[in-house]
């Protein structure tokens, strides 16, 4: 395909998120793949249709950017924006001093992000540090959508 996995970012229960580069520009994506012994699973595919579906109408500096959905070939994924490797829980888990001097920043964006998903008419369903990414910066970006709806 288009895409050339560069590395491994996260394992999930049921897909992976790989780096990779899209092979004519360049640019560099998250990509959300199903795991092997999930592509064939209905319900897991759908799941991801409608990540897609939600994600897709979102745009704010807040929320992850969603770019396409390629069903074609043996391993359905999403082409999501690169961004930070960590979430909120492995920040934690570095230990609260490590984000201290900026958990106001990283607060306000959360809310931010989800704010504006109410304001577009979708509830996340799904809040937990594990679907906050933090840069080291600070910048925030709600991700995980799969199970989301509209309201």
């Given at each position: ?8 970012i ?15 520009t ?8 199903l ?14 249709k ?13 929320v ?47 809310t931010?992000?989800?704010f ?36």
């Amino acid at each position: 395909g288009p895409y050339r996995l560069a590395r491994l970012i996260r394992m999930g229960s049921s897909c992976q998120v790989w780096e990779a580069i899209e092979s004519e520009t360049q640019d560099r994506y998250a990509l959300k793949v199903l795991r092997p012994d999930f592509r064939e699973d209905k319900m897991e595919v759908a799941f991801l249709k409608n990540e897609y579906e939600i994600a897709k109408t979102l745009n704010h500096p807040n929320v992850i950017r969603m770019y396409d959905l390629v069903l074609s070939g043996n391993a359905p994924f999403l082409v999501l924006e690169l961004f930070s490797e960590l979430n909120m829980k492995q920040c934690l888990r570095r230990g609260p001093d490590s984000i201290a001097y900026m958990l106001e920043k990283i607060i306000a964006q959360c809310t931010e992000g989800l704010f504006y998903m109410h304001s577009q008419g979708f509830v996340h369903c799904d809040i937990k540090p594990d679907n906050f990414l933090v840069s080291r910066e600070g910048d925030v970006k709600v991700i995980d959508f799969t199970i989301s709806q509209k309201i």
